[in-house]
C-alpha cells in the first residue's frame, strides 16, 4: 500500500515548540503515525552527536571521520544511513536542505522519494518549492498541534514581496583614505596539504559595488571568506590586498575588522547574555559580544532610527532570542551596518527564511547596497530571487581547485 506523506511549514511551529518532540513520543492526533517509531532528521540531531565525540573522543557516523570533517551534504547523506539503522517507521525531516548546494538538494531529494516508499515522511519546510514530489498533504498548526490536514493540490503559499519605508539612517563615523578598490585577489592559489582549494582566483571589488559570490558546498567560499575577515594565515602567502593595502604587512587583522561589517546567522550563539533589540544594535559600534559601555546620545538615537526602519518599535526592549528569525537577521544586520562600514559581509543571511522572511532581509539587503555608500559582499550557495547586485563572482569546483567566475548582473 502507498504510503501517506505530510508536510508542515516551519513558520507555524512556535519558538521553544514542542510538537515534533510530541509526535516522537504519540502524543498527537494523527492516527497514522500512533504506536510507530519516529526519527528526527535534524540539524539539532547532527549537533548532539558531534557533542559526544568531541566529548568521548570517538565517531559516530562515519568510521575513521568526525562529523565536523565532512560537508554539509556528507554530514546529511550519513545523517540518513544513521536515521535508516535504527528502523524508524517514519523520519520527521526539519528543513533538510537548507545549506546544500543545488546538486547536494538534489541527490538528498532522490534518496529521500526513493525511502518514501519504505517508510513514511512528515517533512518541515521553509519555501513550497522544498516540498518533496511524494508529500500528499500539509498539516495545519495552531496553539502547537495538529489542526488539520490539507491536500496538497489546495496548499497555496503567496509569492511575498516588501518595502521598508523611510531612509537607511545616516553615518555617525567617518572613515578617511577610503581607497577605490576594497578588495583585489591576484593570481590566489590555495592548498590544504595536497589538496587544491582555489585555483587561480583574480577578483577585484571597488567601492559602492554590490556582489553576490555563490558556488556550491566545499567550492572554496568560507577559505576566501577566512582570507578577506579573518586570520587565515594562508592570506599572507598571496597576493591580497584589503583598502588599498597587501594583507600581512600593514594593517593588523583588528584594524580591517574595524572596516568590515560582518553578518553570520551564527553569531547569535555567541551572545550567552540576553540583549534587547536595542543593545543589540548598539554593540554593533563597539564590535563586541554585548555592550559593555553606555552608549553616546548620538549612538542612542541612531540605533533608535534603525528600530524605527525595520518596524521593530514595539519589541526593541525585547530580548533578541525572543524575536522572529527573519526579524532576528534583520537586528544583526543593522547590528553589521550601524558604523555605514566600507566593506559589509552576509555570510548565507538567508538560511532557515521562509518565504515571507527572504522577501524581509532581501528587501533590507538591496536598501543598504542602494541608499548607502558601503560595498554588500553578499555568500550564498544558491541564486536569490530578487536579490539586486550589480555582479556574481561564482566559485566552480574542479580536480585542481575552484575557478572564479565573474557575471555582471542585469
Given at each position: ?10 513558520s ?21 503515525l ?40 556528507e554530514q ?7 536515521a ?14 537548507e ?16 525511502l ?126 584589503l ?34 533589540v ?52 534583520l ?29 524581509i ?15 554588500v ?34
Amino acid at each position: 500500500m502507498k504510503n501517506t506523506h505530510f508536510a508542515i511549514h516551519k513558520s507555524s511551529i512556535l519558538p521553544k515548540s514542542k510538537l515534533l518532540n510530541n509526535i516522537l513520543n504519540g502524543k498527537h492526533s494523527l492516527q497514522i503515525l500512533k504506536a510507530k517509531k519516529g526519527f528526527l532528521f535534524s540539524y539539532s540531531v547532527l549537533e548532539k552527536l558531534m557533542k559526544i565525540e568531541a566529548k568521548h573522543n570517538t565517531n559516530t557516523l562515519i568510521k575513521n571521520r568526525s562529523i565536523r570533517s565532512l560537508s554539509r551534504g556528507e554530514q546529511q547523506k550519513a545523517l540518513l544511513n544513521y536515521a535508516m539503522l535504527q528502523k524508524p517507521h517514519f523520519l520527521i525531516l526539519d528543513s533538510p536542505f537548507e545549506s546544500l548546494d543545488i546538486a547536494s538538494v538534489k541527490l538528498l531529494k532522490e534518496k529521500l522519494v526513493k525511502l518514501s516508499s519504505e517508510i513514511i515522511i512528515l517533512q518541515i519546510f521553509n519555501r513550497k518549492e522544498e516540498i518533496l514530489p511524494v508529500i500528499s498533504r500539509v498539516l495545519e498548526i495552531e496553539n502547537d498541534k495538529i489542526k488539520n490536514q490539507i491536500p496538497i493540490e489546495n496548499y497555496h503559499y503567496k509569492n511575498e514581496t516588501f518595502i521598508f519605508d523611510g531612509e537607511i539612517p545616516k553615518s555617525i563615523i567617518v572613515y578617511k583614505d577610503i581607497k577605490n578598490t576594497i578588495i583585489c585577489f591576484k593570481n590566489v592559489n590555495v592548498f590544504y596539504d595536497k589538496n587544491q582549494v582555489l585555483n587561480s582566483i583574480n577578483w577585484t571589488i571597488h567601492k559602492n559595488e554590490f556582489w553576490q559570490i555563490i558556488g556550491p558546498n566545499g567550492s572554496g567560499k568560507s577559505t576566501i571568506l577566512s582570507m578577506i575577515y579573518g586570520n587565515n594565515v594562508k592570506a599572507y602567502e598571496q597576493e591580497i590586498y584589503l583598502f588599498g593595502k597587501k594583507k600581512g604587512t600593514g594593517e593588523s587583522v583588528w584594524e580591517i575588522k574595524r572596516k568590515i561589517g560582518y553578518f553570520s546567522p551564527n553569531l547569535l550563539e555567541l551572545f550567552h547574555r540576553k540583549q534587547t533589540v536595542k543593545q543589540m544594535i548598539l554593540s554593533g559600534f563597539y564590535d563586541s559580544v554585548g555592550l559593555y559601555q553606555t552608549p553616546s546620545t548620538f549612538q542612542k538615537t541612531t540605533a533608535d532610527n534603525w528600530i524605527q526602519l525595520l518596524n521593530l518599535d514595539s519589541d526593541k526592549n525585547t530580548a533578541v532570542q525572543n524575536i522572529s528569525v527573519a526579524n532576528q537577521r534583520l537586528v544583526l544586520i543593522a547590528r553589521a551596518m550601524i558604523k555605514h562600514p566600507p566593506l559589509l559581509i552576509l555570510d548565507e543571511p538567508l538560511i532557515n527564511l521562509d518565504e515571507k522572511g527572504t522577501a524581509i532581509v532581501v528587501a533590507l539587503i538591496n536598501k543598504i547596497a542602494k541608499e548607502s555608500n558601503t560595498t554588500v559582499l553578499f555568500v550564498s550557495h544558491r541564486i536569490v530571487n530578487d536579490l539586486q547586485p550589480d555582479f556574481t563572482y561564482e566559485l566552480t569546483p574542479t580536480k585542481n581547485g575552484s575557478l572564479g567566475n565573474v557575471k555582471k548582473d542585469v
